[in-house]
T-cell receptor, first 116, second 110 residues
């Protein structure tokens, strides 16, 4: 079966712009989680959506937002980009929400965002 | 504050050597997972442990969940260059929050 697809793979934006990243989960998976990965901070949880509802949110400013559609595809948006937003953004899909025991998360290859 | 602290942060060893990576927390976790991430890819699940004291083996990799379910270790026997990557532990605490650890970057030198 097809894996998790994230688009685009690479993105360069300037400060102050906004960006939208897309994640298509594995067919049948209802949970999509988003993470920010940087060398200094590691893998930081952004938010998790399950059946179109935000189930959980990490400690990020309101400039970071997301949504999930009825087909489980998810988008995340970052407004008013800052240099510090440069990172690899990963999404993970799973059958159930990630805190459920034995739930395996399948990750996409990520979107590499560079803010200049 | 990171809920799951991994050590060491970086590890560089010769092929054939053994190594252990640790994942520690002051919180109790209902389950704990280990992932490996290779450059340019997303993390891939290696194993899930759910019972305190549980030991699971995956070829040359041995995973252990602490008795109190607050810590875990990953032991690799006779490391190979293909083991190179970023190892991440992750877990769900008793409040149903899911966290990733700080990561251990392993380099196996031929």
């Amino acid at each position: 079966k097809a894996g998790v697809t994230q688009t685009p793979r690479y993105l360069i934006k300037t400060r102050g712009q906004q960006v939208t990243l897309s994640c298509s989960p594995i067919s049948g998976h209802r949970s999509v989680s988003w993470y920010q990965q940087t060398p200094g901070q590691g893998l930081q949880f952004l938010f998790e959506y399950f059946s179109e509802t935000q189930r959980n949110k990490g400690n990020f400013p309101g400039r970071f937002s997301g949504r999930q559609f009825s087909n489980s595809r998810s988008e995340m948006n970052v407004s008013t980009l800052e240099l510090g937003d440069s990172a690899l953004y990963l999404c993970a899909s799973s059958l159930m929400w990630q805190a459920v025991q034995n739930t395996e998360a399948f990750f996409g290859q990520g979107t590499r965002l560079t803010v200049v | 504050t990171q809920l799951l602290e991994q050590s060491p942060q970086f590890l560089s060893i010769q092929e054939g050597e053994n190594l252990t990576v640790y994942c520690n927390s002051s919180s109790v976790f209902s389950s704990l997972q280990w992932y490996r991430q290779e450059p340019g890819e997303g993390p891939v699940l290696l194993v899930t442990v759910v019972t305190g004291g549980e030991v699971k083996k995956l070829k040359r990799l041995t995973f252990q969940f602490g008795d109190a379910r607050k810590d875990s270790s990953l032991h690799i026997t006779a490391a190979q260059t293909g083991d190179t990557g970023l190892y991440l532990c992750a877990g769900a605490d008793t409040g149903n929050q899911f966290y990733f650890g700080t990561g251990t970057s392993l380099t196996v030198i031929p």
